[in-house]
C-alpha cells in the first residue's frame, strides 16, 4: 500500500510554470509506475505523462508533449511534474497516481492505476 499527496498547484498566468510534487508514503515509490492526470470541469480525466518505475522513461501525452518534464527523485520518495509555458487550457485538477508493484510501465488508462492522491488544481489565467 503506498499513500499519495499532491501539492504545488496555484493560479498562474498564461506563459509561466508550475512544479507539481506527488510524496508517497507508505512504500518505496521507486518501485512504482507512476502516471498524472487531469481533469477539467465537464471534460473526461485525461492523461497527462507518466514515469517508469526507474525513472529511466517518461511518456508524455501530445498535448503537453515539449511543455513539461516528469522526474524522480527516490531519495524524497517523489515524483514531480514540471509545467511550462502554461495555457488557460490547461486548467484542471491534476493527480498523481501509482500502478502496483509488478507494472513497470506507466500506462495513460486510468483504470491501471491501484493508489491516487486527491489531487491539487491548477488554475491558468489568460
Known amino acids: 500500500q503506498v499513500q499519495l499527496v499532491e501539492s504545488g498547484g496555484g493560479l498562474v498566468q498564461a506563459g509561466g510554470s508550475l512544479r507539481l510534487s506527488c510524496a508517497a508514503s507508505g512504500r518505496t515509490f521507486s518501485r512504482y509506475a507512476t502516471g498524472w492526470f487531469r481533469q477539467a470541469p465537464g471534460k473526461e480525466r485525461e492523461f497527462v505523462g507518466g514515469?517508469?518505475?526507474?525513472?529511466?522513461?517518461?511518456y508524455y501525452a501530445d498535448s503537453v508533449k515539449g511543455r513539461v518534464t516528469i522526474s524522480r527523485d527516490s531519495a524524497k520518495n517523489t515524483v514531480y511534474l514540471q509545467m511550462n509555458s502554461l495555457k488557460p487550457e490547461d486548467t484542471a485538477v491534476y493527480s498523481c497516481?501509482?500502478?502496483?508493484?509488478?507494472?513497470?510501465?506507466?500506462?495513460?488508462?486510468?483504470?491501471?492505476?491501484?493508489?491516487w492522491g486527491q489531487g491539487t488544481q491548477v488554475t491558468v489565467s489568460s
Open positions: 497516481a501509482a500502478r502496483r508493484p509488478n507494472f513497470v510501465v506507466p500506462t495513460t488508462t486510468h483504470t491501471d492505476y491501484a493508489y
Open positions: 514515469i517508469n518505475w526507474s525513472g529511466g522513461s517518461t
